[in-house]
Structure formats: C-alpha cells, structure tokens
C-alpha cells in the first residue's frame, strides 16, 4: 500500500497497491458473474509494447481459462498490446480473443484508465477514454467469472509489475459516454452513479490483517 501520484477528483484518500512480480504480489476476489464492463486504473513500472510481456491485469477464471493480459501473449495474434482472452468449454481450437494490436504504440509507465466493454461480439478495449480494439481471433464470447485475482493468470503466472487501484465491475454492458465519464479527463471519480456490481478501491480503504491486505 503506497501514497499515489494518481489524482482523484473525489474527496478519497489517493492510495494504490503496488505489485511486485519479483514478489510476487497479487489479489483474489470472490465474485461471479458475466463481465459487462471492467474498469480500472494502473500504471506499470515499465514500458509496454509488443515486444515486452505478457502481464496479467486480471484473471477471470480457472476452467476454461480467461484474462485480461498486457503485452506480448498468444502466437494466434501478432504485436498485442492489450488482450482479452477467453479459452470457452469447446477447446483451443474455439478461442476467442479481442485485441488491440499495434507494431508501434507503447503504453507508457505513468497512469492509464482501461476499460473493456462487451458490445455483444466483441470487448471493446478502451484506454484513456479511446476504443483501441481492432483485431479477434475465433469467436470472442461474453466471460464468466469463477476465479477473480488481481495481478496474475490462475495458477501463478504472468505477474503484473507496477501499480493499480479503482477496479469495477459491470454485468452488463456501459455506454461510451459513460466509459468517457468515467475516465473524466484522466481524474478518477466517484463511481456511486454508475451502479457497479464491484467496486475495489485497492488502496483506499485497504488494511492489513497481519497476513494479507483486506479490500473492502
């Protein structure tokens, strides 16, 4: 738990975690549910290109796996930077990734917001308020959640270095004005009028129990 350099326009202490792959560090989660919408905000300690990875933001589940990964990942696309996997019952062969690709773009080691959004076919992949998708492999599929955790792919790997807070989830899909809202400019704000069906503040209001951090 670390003092933030991330400016909140709500009247919350500005506290983030801060994961250390070398560590390793990571979070779990009990929630179920389909993933509408997930927004968070994180900052990784280095550079991300095409080149550099993968690190796992989120997990979503163990069987039939599923994540929201950074960086290079999957030989079934080329220079990802962010990919949505979704490995569905049917096997490999009916994988279903959304991706935003780009040889050239980095994401740089400051603060970003990142939401993914169901349209209904796809996740749409928005970073700092822009819809960056523009590649899927298969038949990208709604994601059930069975095995939230925060940081790292189930099974420990993959493990994201840098800083997180403000995570949400939606089961069902935002608006891009709402997802515009949200990002607001590059301040974090209240999310209370978006009605969430989680809200982890990560960092704000977490404590130490004498073995974990507890997120309320």
């Known amino acids: 738990l670390v003092p933030s350099d991330l400016q909140f326009e709500s009247p919350y202490s500005n506290f983030s975690l801060d994961f250390d792959s070398g560590g390793p560090d990571y979070l779990t989660g009990s929630t179920t ?7 968070l905000w994180f900052k990784p300690s280095s550079v ?3 080149t550099t990875g993968p690190f796992c933001l989120v997990n979503f589940r163990n069987a039939n796996w599923g994540a929201l990964i950074l960086g290079s990942f999957t030989g079934t ?3 990802e930077i962010i990919s949505v996997n979704y490995l569905n019952a049917a096997g490999a062969s009916a994988d279903g990734r959304s991706a935003y690709t780009s040889a050239s773009d980095t994401i740089s080691a ?3 917001h990142l939401c993914i959004n169901w349209s209904g076919s ?3 992949i928005w970073l700092d308020g822009v819809n960056k998708q523009n590649d899927i492999v298969g038949t990208p599929e709604i994601i059930p959640i069975n095995a939230l955790e925060i ?4 099974g420990g790997y993959y493990y994201f270095d840098g800083h997180m807070t403000e995570m949400s989830i939606w089961t069902s899909a935002l608006t891009s004005s709402q ?6 400019n590059g301040y974090p704000r209240d999310l209370k009028g978006f009605s969430p069906d989680q809200w982890w503040r990560i960092g704000n209001d977490a404590w130490w129990d004498g073995s974990n951090f507890v997120l309320p």
């Open 122 to 124: 796809l996740y749409e």
């Open 179 to 184: 997802i515009t809202s949200i990002y607001n």
């Open 77 to 79: 696309l080329t220079d």
């Open 110 to 112: 400051e603060w970003h």
């Open 48 to 50: 991300i290109d095409a």
């Open 151 to 154: 940081a790292r792919a189930n």
């Open 33 to 39: 549910g389909n993933i509408g919408a997930l927004s």
